[in-house]
Structure formats: structure tokens, C-alpha cells
């Protein structure tokens, strides 16, 4: 699999032309659109391929925090600070959170780091009432997919928190910094109340998009967790991060990332390779794939059973244990 991390700069070049050009493209027919009195619908309507264009630009981020994008690593950091402003992370914040996410995916004595709060059932039952109801709040998916978009990305990753490094924290300031500056010029150019009509859809539709991805790659039935002393890294990437199989539109727009599975084994895969890298390996593709439909039944697993080694919804407690 090591032959399909080499980064290639015609590629990178490419994929940063077709998707910053077409995303810009549709915020200028945006902004005609509300300064010619076009209904708003209108804008909610662009807003949606908009978004998916920030999920791809997400992504191209997310190659640059893996150092894969560019064999560069001083290209990878000035376009990964870009990309960031553009979609509203700080750099180093969520490359270090993100990093961990690698080291600690499936190892149940090490969860909390960039992944969804998942308790074990015997944790669950074992806590107070208060805390129950947290879970299942964290757990709900219109807390997750509506509102967690606009925590995340206009709180949680504006606010420099001091555990993490002064190089974390001085991302979040750099990143608040030029998302100031787009703002202030868009609001001189076209004007405030025309960037917010525009900026806040699109940031919630790639957001939703962008979290419904994170959460289904190691949210799904069949997934492996362990605890440490028995935690294996390998099937950790094989059967604890999905193959979200997509029609392959949608495919582009997430940048490949739907085969996880390779990601997790190999991170230094450029999204464009990862595909090729799939159709090289019988094992690879040996496991099974996770169909859109199939996902959706995901939304109903929200505990680890230890006993039986998987996930499984609130409706497996009995009344007496429910909150």
C-alpha cells in the first residue's frame, strides 16, 4: 500500500482549482441572486451544492493535516491554514485532536479524543440519572447533526482552550484572524447582512454533511472496539472505520473518504489515491461495504455491549434501566 502515498502536485493543483473555483463561482451567483431580490429559497438551494463543496475543501484540509496533500510539508501547512480559514478550523487544533483520533480509534480505554462520546451499556447503567440524560442528549441526532455544526464550528473551534499547545492555540488566533478579515471585506464589498445570508447555510449544510461522515466511519453494526491490553491496530482501521460505499458524485465531493478503512491503515494516502489503492488489494476489498440506506440504521446505536461485542440502542435496556 506504501507505493500509493506519493503526493503528486499536478493532482493536488487540480483538485484545489476544481473545487475552490466552482465553490467561489456559486457565492458570486449567491450574492447576485440577494442584490437582485431573488427569494431566499433560492439561496438555501445553492447553498446545498455550496456545502458539498466545502465538504471536498474539508477534505483536501484534512489531507494537508496528514502531511499527504503535498510531499511538502511547508505546502501542506500554508494550504492547510488557507483551507482552514475557508472552512471555519483552526489548522493545528484540529490536526493535533485529529492525530490523536488515529492513535486511539476502537481502544475503549482511550476514547475522547476527536470521536462521539460512546459509553458502554455497563457505563450507562452504572450512571446517575443527570448523566444519562446528557448521553442520550449527545446522542440525539438533532442535537448532533443540527446543532452540533454550528458548536463546533463557530464555538468549539474559535476558542483556544489551555490545555492544548501554544502552537494549537496560536492556530485558533491566526484562523479567527482571517475569518475577521473575510468578514470585514465581504461586508465593505457586498456587504454584511449579504455574507451572513450566505456563509451561515453553507457552513451548516457542509457542517451536518461533514459530522453525518465523521460519526458513520466508526458508528455502524459489525464495528470493533476492544479494551487496550487486547486493542489491535489493524483491526482497528479494518473493522473499526467503515467503507462507506457511495454513488460516485457523491464520492468526489467527499474526496474518497469513504473508504476509511485504507485511510486508518495508511493516513499518508492522498484522497486521490485511495481508490486505486482499493482496486490493488483483494483484501481491501474483502470488507464489507456500508450502503447509504444500511447506514441510517446506524442513527438507532448508541451503546457498546462488552458482553456481546457490539453496538446497540437504548430499546436494548430493559424498563427498569431506562431513564
Known amino acids: 500500500m506504501a ?18 473555483v466552482p465553490y467561489f463561482l456559486l457565492w458570486y451567483v449567491m450574492v447576485r441572486a440577494i442584490h437582485s431580490g431573488y427569494p431566499y429559497w433560492v439561496i438555501l438551494l445553492l447553498a446545498i451544492p455550496a456545502g458539498l463543496f466545502m465538504v471536498r475543501l474539508f477534505i483536501l484540509f484534512h489531507d494537508c493535516a496528514h502531511q499527504s496533500f503535498f510531499s511538502s510539508k511547508k505546502a501542506n501547512r500554508i494550504f492547510g491554514y488557507i483551507s482552514g480559514i475557508l472552512t471555519f478550523a483552526a489548522y493545528d487544533k484540529w490536526r493535533a485532536s ?14 475522547g479524543s476527536g ?25 440525539n441526532p438533532f442535537i448532533v447533526f443540527i446543532l452540533g455544526p454550528i458548536f463546533i464550528f463557530l464555538v468549539y473551534q474559535r476558542a483556544p482552550i489551555w490545555t492544548e499547545s501554544k502552537q ?3 492556530s485558533v488566533h491566526f484562523t479567527n484572524l482571517g475569518i475577521l478579515v473575510i468578514v470585514l471585506l465581504a461586508g465593505f464589498i457586498f456587504g454584511f447582512r449579504t455574507y451572513v445570508l450566505i456563509q451561515l447555510p453553507i457552513l451548516f449544510i457542509g457542517g451536518m454533511l461533514g459530522l453525518w461522515l465523521f460519526y458513520i466511519q466508526h458508528n455502524f453494526e459489525g464495528v470493533y472496539w476492544s479494551r487496550h491490553e487486547g486493542w489491535d491496530r489493524m483491526k482497528a482501521a479494518l473493522e473499526g472505520s467503515s467503507f462507506y460505499k457511495l454513488p460516485k458524485v457523491l464520492q468526489w465531493f467527499t474526496g474518497n473518504i469513504g473508504y476509511h478503512h485504507i485511510h486508518h491503515i495508511r493516513p499518508l494516502i492522498p484522497n486521490y489515491n485511495l481508490e486505486k489503492c482499493y482496486d490493488s488489494e483483494p483484501t481491501l476489498q474483502e470488507v464489507k461495504p456500508l450502503s447509504i440506506g444500511k447506514s441510517l ?13 457490539r453496538l446497540v440502542g437504548f430499546h436494548s435496556l430493559k424498563k427498569s434501566e431506562t431513564l
Not at 507505493?3 to 475552490?20: A, C, G, R, V
Open 297 to 309: 440504521q446506524s442513527l438507532g446505536l448508541h451503546l457498546w455491549d462488552e458482553k456481546n461485542q
Open 98 to 111: 485529529h492525530w490523536r483520533h488515529h492513535a486511539t480509534v476502537a481502544d475503549l480505554d482511550r476514547r
Open 115 to 139: 470521536d462521539f462520546w460512546t459509553m458502554t451499556k455497563q457505563e450507562y447503567l452504572e450512571s446517575p440519572k443527570w448523566k444519562r440524560l446528557v448521553y442520550r442528549l449527545a446522542r
Open 3 to 20: 507505493q500509493f502515498e506519493s503526493p503528486s502536485i499536478h493532482k493536488s493543483s487540480w483538485q484545489i482549482i476544481n473545487t475552490l
Open 168 to 170: 494549537e492555540r496560536n
